[in-house]
Nanobody, 117 residues
Framework: QVQLVESGGGLVQPGGSLRLSCAAS????????LGWYRQAPEKQRDLVAR???????AYADSVKGRFTISRDNAKNTVYLQMNNLKPEDTADYYC???????????WGQGTQVTVSS
């Protein structure tokens, strides 16, 4: 069973930055498509950013130009650099790994991000 562990969340003022990290167990990390999702209270979980095993990236319109997803296969880690944070970015952020070959989908436990003055 693959385990994903997120870190880096916290409280930040509007306009500030945070970098989320998600470390994965196992040996198939380089094959995964990886994503960050977020869920605000009483709202559905939405895709924030995604990066394929070929490092092709995609972003939600609301974060384009502010967030950057990246991966380090040597460290089994995916990152989400979040700049110019806004109060509407406040949510629990979840890491996702999709193994398209094995058709398995894995989730982390989430890390909370609060943007407030």
């Amino acid at each position: 069973q693959v385990q994903l562990v997120e870190s880096g969340g916290g409280l930040v003022q509007p306009g500030g930055s945070l970098r989320l990290s998600c470390a994965a167990s196992g040996s198939r990390f380089s094959l995964y498509s990886l994503g960050w999702y977020r869920q605000a209270p009483e709202k559905q979980r939405d895709l924030v950013a995604r990066i394929t095993r070929f490092r092709v990236t995609a972003y939600a319109d609301s974060v384009k130009g502010r967030f950057t997803i990246s991966r380090d296969n040597a460290k089994n880690t995916v990152y989400l650099q979040m700049n110019n944070l806004k109060p509407e970015d406040t949510a629990d952020y979840y890491c996702n790994a999709a193994d398209d070959f094995l058709r398995q989908d894995y989730w982390g436990q989430g890390t909370q991000v609060t943007v407030s003055s």
